[in-house]
């Protein structure tokens, strides 16, 4: 099955890729579709339960995409496995969406392109979109056959940004661009509005990093904004440019790979990684330097 999206909805906002998004109608008449997986993937794990898209299937974030040792992802062996039980192999068309406007969908995209899984797109504006428009929600849990997939071996050096070569790119003067609220970026806080302080000992920012919080990429839908609008925030306030590297980062890397999809596909950056580290690393590795104020 071919995935493109020939409505106006998305077209007309000009994106770079604009193959990796699908708007809710499309996947509405597509859904009986036999070779499609849908996936789900949420901050608030049980939501899944409580409904979800015809057909979707749960990854949970935490307990499938992460080891359960090590801070870091699952082995190939893991990601074959987990894909194999939801009947997905490398030909098929995969729709991820989730709450949050996509946080955890765009963290399972990234995830799945560590393992050189390029064939999954979001759907934009994701559950709550999909939920404000009536659109139907069931309980059932779908079981597909399983599939042969076969995963390479983790890739993360395209994509990925670890503490060394972040520490590298700050001193360099890289582009940075820090997703979080602005009050984690000055120091204010050190974790999200009305999220519990999980373990972070230093509040600020990483030096020379600007802050363009997550949020500002989406409508008041979820949906993303425009290629123009993109450009005006990341562009003409940030000032990147596309032949930049561009590192993006927030808390734990969620976040962050919202962004890393903005500018990789909707934008069309060639070199953009995702420091999934993030501030829990960087906050509190010693004499890792820390800037506060809302000035890079």
């Given at each position: 099955?071919?995935?493109?999206?020939?409505?106006?909805?998305?077209?007309?906002?000009?994106?770079?890729?604009?193959?990796?998004?699908?708007?809710?109608?499309?996947?509405?008449?597509?859904?009986?579709?036999?070779?499609?997986?849908?996936?789900?993937?949420?901050?608030?794990?049980?939501?899944?339960?409580?409904?979800?898209?015809?057909?979707?299937?749960?990854?949970?974030?935490?307990?499938?995409?992460?080891?359960?040792?090590?801070?870091?992802?699952?082995?190939?062996?893991?990601?074959?496995?987990?894909?194999?039980?939801?009947?997905?192999?490398?030909?098929?068309?995969?729709?991820?969406?989730?709450?949050?406007?996509?946080?955890?969908?765009?963290?399972?995209?990234?995830?799945?392109?560590?393992?050189?899984?390029?064939?999954?797109?979001?759907?934009?504006?994701?559950?709550?979109?999909?939920?404000?428009?009536?659109?139907?929600?069931?309980?059932?849990?779908?079981?597909?056959?399983?599939?042969?997939?076969?995963?390479?071996?983790?890739?993360?050096?395209?994509?990925?940004?670890?503490?060394?070569?972040?520490?590298?790119?700050?001193?360099?003067?890289?582009?940075?661009?820090?997703?979080?609220?602005?009050?984690?970026y000055t120091g204010e806080?050190?974790?999200?509005?009305?999220?519990?302080?999980?373990?972070?000992?230093?509040?600020?920012?990483?030096?020379?990093?600007?802050?363009?919080?997550?949020?500002?990429?989406?409508?008041a839908d979820g949906s993303?904004?425009?290629?123009?609008?993109?450009?005006?925030?990341?562009?003409?306030?940030?000032?990147?440019?596309?032949?930049?590297?561009?590192?993006?980062?927030?808390?734990?890397?969620?976040?962050?790979?919202?962004?890393?999809?903005?500018?990789?596909?909707?934008?069309?950056?060639?070199?953009?990684?995702?420091?999934?580290?993030?501030?829990?690393?960087?906050?509190?590795?010693?004499?890792?330097?820390?800037?506060?104020?809302?000035?890079?």
């Amino acid at each position: 099955m071919t995935i493109k999206d020939p409505s106006t909805e998305i077209a007309a906002k000009g994106y770079a890729h604009a193959e990796k998004l699908v708007s809710t109608a499309w996947l509405a008449a597509h859904l009986d579709e036999p070779s499609l997986r849908v996936l789900e993937s949420d901050e608030d794990v049980l939501l899944y339960d409580m409904g979800h898209i015809p057909g979707a299937q749960k990854i949970d974030w935490h307990a499938d995409l992460n080891d359960p040792v090590e801070r870091d992802y699952v082995s190939s062996a893991c990601f074959q496995e987990l894909l194999r039980a939801r009947g997905i192999d490398e030909t098929t068309p995969v729709i991820l969406y989730g709450d949050k406007g996509n946080w955890w969908a765009a963290y399972a995209l990234w995830v799945f392109e560590l393992f050189g899984f390029t064939n999954a797109r979001l759907l934009d504006g994701g559950r709550a979109k999909w939920e404000a428009e009536g659109r139907p929600m069931v309980t059932d849990v779908p079981r597909p056959a399983p599939s042969a997939y076969k995963a390479p071996p983790r890739n993360d050096a395209r994509i990925r940004a670890f503490m060394s070569d972040v520490r590298a790119h700050q001193q360099a003067k890289g582009a940075l661009i820090d997703v979080r609220s602005l009050p984690e970026y000055t120091g204010e806080r050190t974790h999200m509005p009305d999220y519990p302080q999980e373990g972070t000992l230093r509040g600020g920012h990483i030096p020379g990093a600007r802050s363009v919080p997550w949020g500002r990429a989406a409508n008041a839908d979820g949906s993303f904004k425009s290629a123009a609008e993109l450009r005006a925030i990341y562009e003409g306030e940030a000032g990147l440019a596309p032949a930049q590297d561009v590192v993006t980062y927030c808390r734990i890397g969620e976040r962050s790979s919202h962004t890393w999809f903005v500018l990789t596909y909707l934008l069309g950056y060639p070199k953009v990684k995702n420091y999934d580290g993030s501030w829990t690393e960087w906050g509190n590795a010693v004499q890792s330097p820390i800037k506060t104020g809302s000035e890079p």
